[in-house]
């Protein structure tokens, strides 16, 4: 099995920065994409942006020259550098990994995702 998981939300003030990391573990012959989505009340969930095979870097278009994802190939870690957040980027942040767990038939990848981090920006 996969495990994924997010930590280092939190709350700040508009203008401020946070950054958030999101760890996979467990039974991976290896990650192609993973990626940072948010899901704000009443909203659907979207990508906020993702990294394949740990170069090509994606960017939503309401967070570019602000967020920068980079990741630890070694370790399976994602970042997410959040800068000049603003209340519209309150929301949960969810991590998605796309791998291919050992053992996986004709090397089929599956999506895993984390349970979610808490980001609140106040005016």
């Known amino acids: 099995q996969v495990q994924v998981a997010e930590s280092g939300g939190g709350v700040v003030q508009a203008g401020g920065s946070l950054r958030l990391s999101c760890a996979a573990s467990g039974r991976i012959a290896t990650i192609n994409v993973m990626g940072w989505y948010r899901q704000a009340p009443g909203k659907q969930r979207e990508l906020v942006a993702r990294?394949?095979?740990?170069?090509?870097?994606h960017y939503a278009d309401s967070v570019k020259g602000r967020f920068t994802i980079s990741s630890d190939n070694a370790k399976n870690t994602l970042y997410l550098q959040m800068n000049s957040l603003t209340p519209e980027d309150t929301a949960v942040y969810y991590c998605?990994?796309?791998?291919?767990?050992?053992?996986?038939?004709?090397?089929?990848?599956?999506?895993?995702w984390g349970r979610g981090t808490q980001v609140t920006v106040s005016a």
């Open positions: 998605k990994v796309e791998a291919v767990p050992v053992g996986s038939t004709s090397w089929a990848q599956y999506d895993y």
């Open positions: 990294i394949i095979s740990g170069e090509t870097t």
